[in-house]
């Protein structure tokens, strides 16, 4: 089953559009893990595990693994979520962006050795530096768009020449490549910032229902209502609304899995009133 597809019948199947990010720090793991050889792994795996019914998908980041020489233990978690949790899409949080033939190796990378279901993907480069990530017809590529930190509006704001005549804004212009011209495989999602919700409602605007990530709610400070209110497909589904530090450091003791469940059910159910 291709990403869209997996996506789609995970918000079907667990009612739900959250999604759980994964990025592990060890200074905020509970105590009695912080010792433990392979304490990033077994975290990670025992939120996932607690978490699993309850998402559309995970995203690990890469740059929380590879910062502490843990990229093994991201390739056995994403390994150990798709045999335990099957039909859990896996997006890897990368965000790469380079010429042709380097994104080719990023995209060997995300779709071979860490076997992502989708990965994340700056455009600024152009067409060609998101082809060698398109060409894997069975795996999503995720764009960013219009971003929920504060200085995205630096660039994403600016006025750029639309071809018909007049003008759009730069993040305008992405979302209307993504969803028209690059998605000839039918495998493009956006990036957009719960923190913007009358951005997010342009970018639904002009896509119709392709995937939004939406990153942003919890510690970022994003509404819940206005982003699924702004961004939800005519379905109903059509987001995922990515937590990560909410939902991670719910708890900080033995039961720390079990608090980032209520915590995740919590933050399901509060998506779900809006839908």
């Known amino acids: 089953m291709n990403f869209t597809a997996a996506l789609a019948a995970a918000w079907q199947a667990r009612n739900s559009l959250l999604c759980v990010g994964l990025d592990p720090e060890?200074?905020?793991?509970?105590?009695?893990?912080?010792?433990?050889?392979?304490?990033?792994?077994?975290?990670?795996?025992?939120?996932?595990?607690?978490?699993?019914?309850?998402?559309?998908?995970?995203?690990?980041?890469?740059?929380?693994?590879?910062?502490?020489?843990?990229?093994?233990?991201?390739?056995?978690?994403?390994?150990?979520?798709?045999?335990?949790?099957?039909?859990?899409?896996?997006?890897?949080?990368a965000k790469?962006?380079?010429?042709?033939?380097?994104?080719?190796?990023?995209?060997?990378?995300?779709?071979?050795?860490?076997?992502?279901?989708?990965?994340?993907?700056?455009?600024?480069?152009?067409?060609?530096?998101?082809?060698?990530?398109?060409?894997?017809?069975?795996?999503?590529?995720?764009?960013?768009?219009?971003?929920?930190?504060?200085g995205g509006g630096d660039l994403q704001f600016c006025e750029v020449a639309r071809e018909a005549g007049g003008t759009e804004k730069l993040y305008e212009r992405v979302a209307r490549l993504v969803a028209t011209t690059w998605n000839r495989n039918g495998n493009c999602a956006l990036v957009v910032g719960a923190t913007f919700p009358q951005e997010l409602a342009r970018v639904r605007e002009l896509t119709g229902d392709i995937p939004l990530l939406v990153p942003g709610i919890g510690a970022q400070g994003g509404d819940i209502e206005a982003t699924v209110t702004a961004g939800r497909s005519n379905a109903g589904s059509g987001l995922m609304i990515s937590s990560s530090r909410a939902i991670l450091y719910a708890g900080s003791g033995e039961d720390f899995a079990a608090a980032s469940r209520r915590a995740a059910l919590e933050t399901r159910d509060a998506i779900n009133l809006w839908r």
């Open 26 to 93: 060890p200074a905020k793991f509970p105590a009695h893990l912080r010792s433990e050889p392979d304490a990033i792994f077994r975290f990670c795996r025992e939120i996932a595990d607690a978490t699993a019914d309850l998402v559309c998908c995970f995203k690990p980041q890469i740059a929380y693994f590879a910062a502490n020489r843990a990229e093994d233990a991201l390739e056995r978690l994403i390994a150990h979520i798709h045999a335990a949790h099957p039909g859990t899409p896996v997006i890897l949080d």
């Open 96 to 150: 790469r962006g380079d010429i042709g033939s380097t994104a080719e190796q990023y995209a060997k990378e995300a779709f071979e050795r860490y076997r992502a279901d989708a990965v994340t993907v700056n455009p600024y480069l152009g067409h060609d530096s998101v082809e060698p990530y398109l060409a894997h017809a069975d795996k999503g590529v995720i764009l960013l768009c219009r971003t929920s930190n504060p």
